[in-house]
């Protein structure tokens, strides 16, 4: 590739609604362009980049024996009705009617679709496993997207979906897939971390996030370096950090906080630590008419460490609570306590609630907590003493750096991650409700177990430039670069021997299959060089008149502080070494 037959559009500043780095190097360097709120054009460069992640994705697939299809974008109505999902889907998933006024969906995603491709054309055991993928178009309304391609509302994914004859079946093709994702994010030169997962809206039972590590990652990511324990925050588990419950020693004492509402204030005031604290946090749950009228509301208490946070996903797996919850509206609060949010506590109840300890909390004593009356806490509180036992004890929170490791190999660590795929295991959560069956060996129906498998393409160049960057540009992993190697000929339009040795060196390396562009624009060097480095070619070979005269040209890894100075005759050689040719 020529340059002068190419496009190429770099700006010296990104645009003032560029957020993130990605997002913001993306502009300047010409891979996107905003056409509206979370929509954007790929230019030619961009789309380059998409193509060879597209690419590593599609060879992993087949060799993990996937075989691809191609399903639609607009979907509709019925399968997502029979389902389930057209009515607990949110927002997010857009709704549209077509001029007969019938209901289509612009797909967030396709389970619907290939399950009901599965039950129409896998008819027998013989048939099974099977696996099919797909790269296609997604579209999710996001409330504020933002950050470029990171969270945009249309965006590019591959989605695989395995069916399998039973549980065990369906455990190996997991397997399979976490295999094949770990080579494809290899292969792309990403540092990453495939960490446990809750499953979401998505469901089933087993679900990894693989992450790319970078500290602008909107996820936090737990793990122990002394083991191979990983985990999203949202799913990581959190021992009991005290064994056993203390003998109460004080006296239950209601204790005047004038103005203090926080645990953390009151610590402050009270001159003790923030861990004898207890913060108290009103849920509500409503049993519901088929209609929707509600015919009953339960109030729930949930308890934990001053020090801790509320992990709502762990919280909707509380008996109780997994139905579904919402906060406690400021008139339940204060018909069930007495007085309004930031003085609340469980002694001394208005109206019984359903009380849920952490299990921190649970073997807490002498620990203080809001007395249902403004301006005053209770302190030195007991368990049995001055208030029954919690109806329910959980892990509630989430964790925090130093916690022991569930799995008893050290303490946990913390970092930041971006994802950019997700497996899971369904097992029927799709196949029942769509009756996707199969006839096993003694002619009878069972039904499929399933995995679905994704990946964000577009998202991934976000994360790779949020992983690789400096103060000049991208730094692209070899892999997913637009172009292997930039040949940046010094004078192109005014040095007939630059010309005639750059137009023979670009023939030699495309003749070797190098991915090559030559910028024959007749730019500036600095400019030209500037260019490329926020572009972020990993490789750039020089070429002027005063080189040449010596046989020399100029080699620089993207990476590199200096350049190199190699000679012409050898120059071919050395690129191939480099490109591990």
């Known amino acids: ?105 612009l797909q967030p995603t396709s389970e619907e679709v290939i399950t009901d491709i599965a039950r129409q054309e896998l008819r027998s055991y013989r048939q099974l496993p099977r696996n099919f993928f797909h790269i296609q178009t997604k579209f999710r309304d996001e409330r504020r997207p933002r950050f470029g391609v990171m969270r ?50 998505i469901g089933g039972a087993l679900s990894h996030e693989f992450q790319v590590i970078a500290d602008t990652g909107e996820d936090a990511l737990v793990y122990c370096p002394t083991s191979d324990y990983a985990a999203n925050i949202e799913l990581a588990e959190a021992l009991p950090l005290i064994a056993t419950r203390g003998a109460a020693t004080q006296a239950l004492v209601k204790t005047p906080t004038p ?43 949930l308890l934990v460490r001053g020090d801790h946070d509320l992990n709502e996903v762990k919280a909707n797996k509380v008996p109780g609570l997994n139905q579904g919850f919402r906060f406690a509206t400021v008139g339940e609060i204060e018909s069930h306590f007495g007085t309004k949010p930031g003085y609340l506590g469980p002694v001394g109840l208005k109206q019984p609630v359903k009380i849920v300890a952490d299990r921190t909390v649970a073997n807490m004593s002498d620990f203080v907590v809001g007395a249902n009356e403004v301006d005053f806490h209770i302190t030195g509180v007991n368990w049995g003493r001055d208030l029954p036992e919690p109806d329910l004890v959980a892990d509630l929170r989430n964790v925090v750096e130093g916690d022991p490791s569930p799995d008893g190999k050290g303490v946990l660590a913390i970092q930041r991650g971006i994802e950019v795929g997700h497996v899971f295991n369904l097992g029927t959560v799709y196949s029942k409700p769509l009756n996707a069956t199969y006839l096993d060996e003694n002619g009878k129906p069972q039904l499929m177990e399933m995995g679905c498998y ?41 040095s007939a021997d630059v010309q005639a040795a750059a137009d023979k060196l670009y023939g030699e390396l495309q003749a070797l299959g190098v991915d090559v562009i030559l910028d024959n624009r007749g730019e500036r060097p600095g400019a030209m060089f500037a260019d490329w480095e926020l572009v972020g070619v990993p490789h750039r070979v020089v ?28 120059i071919v050689d050395f690129v191939k070494a480099k490109l591990g040719r």
Not at 156 to 176: G, I, L, W
Not at 269 to 283: D, G
Not at 475 to 490: D, G
């Open 543 to 570: 070429l002027g008149d005063r080189g040449l005269k010596d046989g020399q040209v100029e080699y620089q890894g993207r990476r590199d502080a200096q350049a190199e100075s190699v000679p012409l005759a050898g």
């Open 259 to 301: 103005g203090k509402s926080t645990c953390a204030d009151v610590a402050q005031l009270l001159s003790i630590p923030l861990e004898r604290t207890v913060k108290s946090l009103v849920l509500a749950t409503d049993e519901k008419t088929e209609a929707g009228d509600v015919t009953k509301t339960t109030v729930w208490l």
């Open 454 to 494: 994704g990946i964000g393409v577009t998202r991934i160049l976000g994360a790779a430039i949020e992983q690789n960057n400096d103060e000049r540009g991208i730094i692209w992993p070899a892999a997913m670069a637009p172009f292997e190697l930039v040949l940046c000929p010094i004078g192109y339009d005014r």
């Open 152 to 201: 945009g509302r249309e965006f590019t994914m591959k989605d695989a979906y395995s069916f399998d004859r039973n549980a065990e079946a369906a455990v190996k093709s997991y397997e399979a897939m976490y295999a094949a994702y770990c080579r494809i994010f290899e292969r792309l030169g990403l540092t990453y971390r495939a960490v446990a997962a809750d499953t979401g809206a």
């Open 1 to 105: 590739m020529k340059a002068s037959q190419f496009f190429i559009s770099t700006l010296k500043e990104a645009p003032a609604e560029a957020e993130v780095v990605s997002q913001k190097l993306m502009m300047r360097a010409g891979y996107i362009k905003r056409l509206g709120a979370g929509i954007y054009t790929y230019m030619p460069i961009g789309l380059r980049v998409i193509r060879k992640v597209e690419n590593v994705i599609r060879e992993e697939m087949v060799r993990a024996g996937a075989v691809e299809l191609l399903m639609p974008v607009v979907q509709p109505a019925e399968l997502w009705q029979e389902s389930g999902r057209w009515d607990k889907m949110g927002p997010e998933m857009l709704r549209v009617k077509d001029r007969h006024d019938r209901d289509f969906i």
